[in-house]
């Protein structure tokens, strides 16, 4: 996981007894995953050969330019989640919530805001108890399994109105 993080992202783990329980992939405003041409072309690109021609066509025409539009708007100078996962034996125990809370506090210290994307409405209660409003939702259809929405949550520092609902 370490060659696809740039230098300012940011992994928190989650340990009990000696095992890895929880997991967060943070991203500093202005950063994100895959932001040289040298991590997208030893993981994006390889990621992309794998999935075939058809399907990066589909995903570049159908999904990357909608989700695109809502991240540029709710991602905008915040700090990014990019993978939060916690052993399924663990749930239930706020791992997930104190892999985000370091984050969120750090956001609110420096004036900052937090954000993350997330394809489960289950995730989006979640997200939602720990202090993130819903920004916005883009519906993507026709996906290789069927129609699916994305919905974007932001935690902000001090509290804003949201510049952009899809």
């Not at 932001?35 to 794998?50: C, I, L, S, V």
């Not at 999904?63 to 749930?91: C, F």
């Not at 805001?113 to 202090?131: C, F, H, P, R």
């Not at 929405?149 to 952009?164: A, D, G, R, V, Y």
Request: charged fraction near 20%; proline fraction near 6%.
């Amino acid at each position: 996981m370490a060659g696809v993080v740039s230098p300012r992202g940011y992994i928190y783990v989650s340990l009990f007894e000696e095992e890895i329980v929880g997991v967060a992939l943070w991203f500093g405003p202005g950063d994100e995953l895959f932001a040289t041409e040298e991590q997208r072309a030893a993981h994006y690109d390889k990621w992309n050969q794998e999935r075939g021609p058809a399907l990066v066509q589909w995903w570049n025409v159908n999904q990357a330019p909608p989700v695109n539009e809502l991240v540029k708007n709710s991602r905008k100078d915040t700090w990014s989640l990019s993978l939060l996962a916690v052993s399924p034996h663990h749930r239930r125990r706020r791992i997930a919530y104190n892999l985000c809370k370091f984050v969120m506090d750090k956001a609110m210290a420096q004036g900052e805001g937090a954000s993350v994307l997330t394809q489960s409405q289950d995730n989006v209660k979640i997200y939602e108890t720990m202090g993130f409003s819903m920004f916005g939702d883009v519906k993507i259809v026709g996906g290789p399994g069927g129609d699916y929405t994305i919905f974007s949550l932001t935690f902000n520092w001090p509290p804003m109105e949201p510049e952009h609902k899809q």
